[in-house]
């Protein structure tokens, strides 16, 4: 073990911090419409609170297994570009994808951009994670 944690992460920490806040912003959205229709279980086949749901749902299966891994590529690389360069694409995308998902439950252009603006993020931290410990190895 040579190499020690000289920086802290803060592009991790700003993507999260924003993060939270969609998330908070997501919860919210699904209390106020189930209070609104009087629903507390379930979606009560209100469409409108299914999508809500989804949108909230969707985001909370994403965004942890990316922020652990851009936690991961800041605390070995250091706060460079590529950090923030991900970190700020999985933001615009959950909210696109979050915006689109509560408007629509069709195949929209927000829902495509927030789908493939997480995943690419997510398969380019996890290839960037392996090249740097087989590198290490």
Same mark, same amino acid.
């Given at each position: 073990?040579?190499?020690? @944690? &000289?920086?802290l992460p803060l592009y991790t920490a700003l993507s999260a911090a924003c993060l939270m806040l969609i998330q908070v912003a997501l919860m919210f &959205?699904? @209390?106020k419409t189930r209070g609104d229709l009087g629903i507390f279980i379930g979606h009560g086949d209100s469409d409108a609170l299914e999508r809500k749901i989804r949108a909230h749902g969707n985001f909370i299966e994403n965004v942890p297994t990316f922020l652990v891994g851009l936690l991961l590529l800041e605390l @070995? @690389?250091?706060s460079g570009l590529w950090v923030a360069i991900l970190g700020a694409v999985v933001v615009a995308a959950r909210l696109a994808h979050a915006l689109a998902l509560m408007a629509n439950s069709g195949v929209t252009a927000g829902r495509l951009i927030g789908t493939l603006g997480t995943v690419i993020p997510i398969v380019v931290t996890a290839g960037y994670l392996v090249m740097l410990v087989i590198g290490k190895l």
């Open positions: 073990m040579e190499s020690t @944690i &000289s920086h &959205s699904v @209390i @070995i @690389i250091g």
